[in-house]
């Protein structure tokens, strides 16, 4: 594998369940990132980790809880979604948060019914 | 909170035609990266300019960087069927707090016929 991963590529959820979406670089990167993409919508950053630390949470809702247990994995736990919550979730990295140059995973598409 | 604008939202051309997709901002960027991401994919880093005034060019793809850096250009020379796609600028603000902090521009949808 190279690049970025995610898995599972798509995802129907009800508002009760609980999921986890996962991210794996195998680029040596530092940081990841968990991205939103809405329709209509520019990229909403979620999350950033820099060296396993969580360095920003952008506003984001608690039903919402990433995990980075190293800097090749990142989780996104899910929980008691709502269906505007549907979206396409991408992850992406860096050599570090401050490096400008981000790589992105081929997202998972995220139904929520 | 600081707004990328891109134009044009949606652009339907035919095949060998040129095109301009453009990225505005009021405030002046430390660097700016266009992406293109196909359906059911994630976006690709195209090219990133850091210096205002610079050019570069990716095959029949050039990227220009505003003098003041707070604006850029995608131009496309001879479109063809494989360049469709949705196109995205994203910029780091300078001299704001940009720890990682992509913002993305809206993107345009490019549609090339055949």
């Known amino acids: 594998e190279t690049g970025v991963t995610q898995t599972p590529r798509h995802l129907v959820m009800g508002m009760t369940n609980k999921k986890s979406l996962k991210c794996e670089q195998h680029?040596?990167?530092?940081?990841m990132y968990w991205y939103k993409q809405s329709a209509k919508k520019p990229l909403e950053l979620m999350f950033v980790?820099?060296?396993?630390?969580?360095?920003e949470n952008n506003s984001v809702p608690s039903r919402f809880s990433p995990e980075c247990p190293n800097s090749s994995h990142l989780f996104l736990h899910l929980h008691t979604l709502q269906p505007e919550d549907s979206a396409l979730y991408l992850c992406?990295?860096?050599?570090?948060?401050?490096?400008?140059?981000?790589?992105f995973g081929p997202g998972t598409r995220l139904t929520v019914t | 909170t600081q707004l990328l604008e891109q134009s044009p939202q949606f652009l339907s051309i035919q095949e060998g035609e040129n095109l301009t997709v453009y990225c505005n901002s009021s405030?002046?960027?430390?660097?700016l990266q266009w992406y293109r991401q196909e359906p059911g994919e994630g976006p690709v880093l195209l090219v990133t300019?850091?210096?205002?005034?610079e050019v570069k060019k990716l095959k029949r793809l050039t990227f220009q960087f505003g003098d003041a850096r707070k604006d850029s250009s995608l131009h496309i020379t001879a479109a063809q069927p494989g360049d469709t796609g949705l196109y995205l600028c994203?910029?780091?603000?300078?001299?704001?707090?940009?720890?990682?902090?992509?913002?993305f521009g809206q993107g345009t949808i490019l549609t090339v016929h055949p």
């Open positions: 992406a990295s860096s050599i570090a948060a401050t490096e400008y140059e981000q790589y």
């Open positions: 680029l040596g990167h530092n940081a």
């Open positions: 980790y820099n060296f396993k630390e969580q360095t």
């Open positions: 405030s002046v960027f430390s660097s």
């Open positions: 300019v850091v210096t205002g005034g």
């Open positions: 994203a910029g780091l603000y300078a001299g704001g707090t940009s720890y990682g902090k992509l913002t």
